[in-house]
């Protein structure tokens, strides 16, 4: 069946296209077009089944609807939620979303964001970056492009950034195992170590170290790889175990590793055993936390506020109302379980 264009209803209805045009965008009272006649082309809309072409609308407002969410993975609870608050937003103001992983593949992120410019075209750009430096964002082809940096800070990069306090919530967190009697606590970092909220906890985890009088001990800190979470952490856990390495808590820097601690625990008999009386620890909060007998003392992070700051300074730089650099750090919020 023929797709319906604006010329067969211009015919059907005797009005010109430029007068049904108006009423579509929602500018009949700005044109004095009276309400029977918008009442009448709105109606033959409804019975005609006939749907603007968005390429026909981009090409002429200039504008795609369209904003883009560049995040490590969208597997992860953490960015999944955030892309549904985003979403969410963006949909009352008339936008959509497009969201791709990076898998924390710089050179991956970098033709994400290409194509979602020059292929999608894109309103703007919604990033959790994997870049260690500003060589690629501070080209000059992206200074018309509004761009909203989430979750993490690309070194010495003057840009518009929506993040939390990793410092902060990790020093926090930490600070209550040590208060509670937990003298070795474990860090199980991740792969890439220079992103700014793992080097954030890290120093976290250091700083309550320090604030308690204890020295770092090296041994009690692995790097998990991204690419291999789950037998990385078994490996490292297997590793405390068979050294009798004196472990009082598991603390992960993220909901990844800490998942994996646990799933290791639960199906390692050895494991299960040496770590029986351990505490765990977690730098974000999941569901599962909630449904599991291990009483995970973990770090909430305001992924709502992260959602809805990002739309909204996003929809703000689009429509000029906004011009100067924002940098917002959100709050995190401590969660014990009893």
Request: aromatic letters at 8%; one cysteine or more.
């Amino acid at each position: 069946m023929k797709r319906l264009q604006l010329e067969d209803l211009s015919r059907e209805l005797g009005y010109s296209k430029t007068l049904i045009s108006m009423v579509l965008n929602g500018k009949g009272n700005q044109y004095g077009i009276s309400k029977k006649t918008q009442a009448a082309v709105l109606d033959a809309v409804a019975q005609l089944d006939y749907s603007p072409n968005k390429f026909a609308r981009a090409l002429r407002t200039g504008k795609s609807f369209f904003i883009g969410l560049i995040v490590a993975d969208v597997s992860n609870p953490f960015y999944s939620r955030i892309a549904k608050n985003i979403e969410t937003v963006l949909f009352g103001k008339g936008y959509n979303l497009m969201v791709c992983s990076t898998e924390e593949n710089v050179e991956k992120e970098k033709k994400l964001v290409d194509m979602m410019i020059n292929q999608q075209g894109v309103d703007g750009l919604i990033i959790a970056s994997s870049c260690d430096n500003a060589d690629f964002y501070s080209s000059p082809r992206f200074s018309k492009t509004p761009i909203v940096f989430i979750d993490r800070v690309i070194p010495l990069f003057n840009a518009n950034y929506i993040v939390i306090d990793n410092y902060g919530g990790s020093m926090e967190v930490v600070n209550k195992l040590l208060d509670d009697g937990c003298k070795n606590v474990a860090c199980l970092s991740i792969t890439p170590s220079y992103i700014s909220t793992i080097e954030d906890r890290m120093n976290g985890y250091k700083g309550a170290l320090q604030k308690h009088k204890l020295d770092l001990n090296p041994n009690l800190v692995v790097n998990i790889s991204f690419d291999n979470i789950y037998e990385d952490v078994v490996e490292a856990l297997k590793k405390f175990a068979y050294a009798g390495t004196k472990v009082d808590a598991i603390y992960s820097l993220n909901n990844h590793l800490a998942v994996a601690a646990l799933k290791a625990v639960k199906e390692n008999k050895d494991l299960k055993i040496y770590f029986d009386k351990v505490r765990f620890a977690c730098f974000d909060d999941v569901e599962l936390f909630n449904l599991i007998d291990n009483k995970v003392l973990s770090v909430s992070q305001p992924i709502e506020s992260i959602g809805q700051n990002a739309s909204n300074l996003i929809m703000d730089i689009i429509e000029g109302k906004h011009t100067s650099h924002s940098n917002i750090v959100l709050p995190t919020n401590l969660i014990e379980r009893k």
